[in-house]
């Protein structure tokens, strides 16, 4: 829920002679599908409809009723004292200052708007107003929205319907926005982080898209976008508060934005996102953004991906659930320079052409190397010692992919390789496939030798060759040394 308090200073020779206070209507975002806003002669309701995470319309109502979740009507036949003690009956039940405003009420005071605008007052420090200071009750719906205005007296079930169609890119900017006649009414222009460019309004009517860029809600009062877990300012292009896991991602600034990408990549809910596996290295889904996080859950047999989604019910708390959750299932990320998430990288880096058995036999010989003498005893002290992985050699384009697989996963075919990556790795890693290499510790791919099906410069007559059924000759060649 939301308002604001808005205060006008009167002068007079550059002294303050009067402070004029106004309060804004309550906004209640109920649930991502319905948002009410209370006004003194009806409510103004809307109500979303989404293709999966995309918001693609939005139907705008007058809603007469007789009843307020939150505050009687200044319209209603209720006295003062009933609509004074309801308000009481309300402060008892919330917090201490809530309780603590209750007595300093003005005594007659029926006006629900200036009930609201002292409790916000109360909440900031500032002094209590009266009736006789404010003459004002809440604004009607027609004064701020012409077009909505009601249809019939208050106190009736007759609603004004309205209906606008967004129209998002690739990406889920919303560009264009149509009203319900098929016309264009409203359309939107952004550089690559979000910051208006351009914008039209065909003023047919007085409503303008709050959901822009990434279809999110832009806050009128503050100019921020809303994205669930922060807001983001699209002038600076940056977050205003930093990730709860920014640890886990040591190599960027936790205020980045999208990894820097803006182009390519977009942060639905600005927390943590990414693809869930269970303990045995099965895929359970991804909750709506490629960012190449991996997450695993215990206890998967109750879990539902659906949750974790925009909309479910675990939508901005993804990580840390135990079995104190009701749902019997505990989630924690995987850190970025964890060995599952190293070997799954350099897997994708270097293996992902390779068929699952190929690329589990890398992924083992890469940890039969940590445990020889003849090479570092870390798995990141293996993968970056110079040649070992033609994927890490300075200027190859498979770098990225095992430094930064998030800014890859751009088409089907990548987002298939690295969920195939991370479910090996955990495979691997867990056991299941350990040792698959038979003890190989060096490979070379005759297709990739330059000139084709030559050898590297080893010697072999030290070196026994491997035979694993499922790997090709023709792509990998594997060999212990004795």
């Known amino acids: 829920m939301k308002s604001s308090v808005i205060q006008s200073n009167v002068y007079v020779n550059d002294q303050i002679v009067n402070t004029i ?103 900031f420090g500032e002094d209590l107003l009266t009736l006789e200071e404010t003459q004002k009750d809440l604004p009607t719906i027609e004064s701020i929205y012409p077009d909505l205005s009601p249809t019939t007296s208050y106190k009736t079930t007759t609603t004004t319907r309205v209906i606008y169609w967004y129209h998002p890119d690739y990406i889920g ?68 508060s930093v990730d709860p896991l920014a640890h ?3 190599r960027l600034t936790p205020y980045n934005f999208v990894s820097n990408n803006p182009i390519l990549r977009t942060d639905p809910t600005g927390a943590l996102d990414g693809d869930y596996f269970d303990e045995d290295g099965n895929h359970l889904g991804n909750d709506g953004i490629d960012d190449g996080k991996i997450y695993k859950v215990e206890g998967s047999s109750k879990f539902n991906i659906d949750d974790f989604k925009e909309g479910g019910k675990y939508f901005e708390n993804q990580t840390e659930f135990n079995e104190n959750n009701g749902d019997g299932f505990y989630v924690t990320e995987v850190g970025f320079d964890s060995d599952l998430s190293t070997l799954a990288r350099i897997g994708y880096a270097e293996f992902r052409g390779s068929n699952n058995t190929e690329q589990q036999v890398g992924m083992d010989i890469t940890l039969n ?28 384009p498979n770098r990225a992919f095992y430094e930064n697989p998030a800014s890859t996963l751009t088409n089907p075919a990548n987002r298939n390789a690295w969920v195939r990556s991370v479910s090996n790795s955990m495979s691997i890693l867990n056991g299941t496939n350990r040792g698959i290499s038979q003890g190989a510790t060096l490979y070379y791919s005759p297709r990739s030798m330059v000139p084709r099906n ?28 004795q």
């Open 21 to 123: 206070q106004d309060l804004e209507p309550y906004t209640l975002y109920v649930n991502p599908y319905f948002v009410i806003t209370e006004f003194s002669n009806a409510d103004k309701v809307s109500k979303h409809y989404y293709m999966g995470t995309q918001r693609v319309a939005s139907e705008l109502a007058v809603q007469t009723t007789s009843y307020s979740p939150l505050v009687s009507h200044s319209g209603s036949s209720s006295s003062a004292s009933s609509s004074t003690e309801s308000f009481k009956t309300q402060t008892n039940t919330g917090s201490t200052l809530n309780q603590g405003l209750e007595s300093t009420l003005p005594e007659e005071s029926s006006n629900p708007w200036l009930n609201n605008l002292n409790e916000a007052l109360a909440n």
């Open 173 to 240: 900017n919303v560009d264009l926005v149509t009203d319900n006649s098929g016309e264009a009414y409203e359309f939107f222009l952004y550089n690559p982080w979000g910051e208006s460019l351009y914008e039209w309004n065909s003023g047919t009517a007085s409503f303008s898209s709050p959901y822009r860029f990434n279809g999110k809600e832009l806050d009128q009062e503050t100019g921020l976008a809303y994205y669930g877990a922060r807001y983001y300012d699209n002038q600076l292009s940056i977050w205003l």
């Open 248 to 250: 886990e991602r040591e």
């Open 369 to 396: 190397r940590v445990g020889s003498d003849r090479y570092p005893n870390t798995l990141s002290g293996v993968i970056e010692q110079p040649r070992q992985y033609s994927s890490l050699n300075e200027g190859d």
């Open 454 to 481: 030559s050898k590297p410069n080893w010697n072999f007559n030290i070196l026994t060759e491997i035979n694993v059924q499922g790997v090709r000759s023709s792509h990998l060649k594997l060999f212990r040394e």
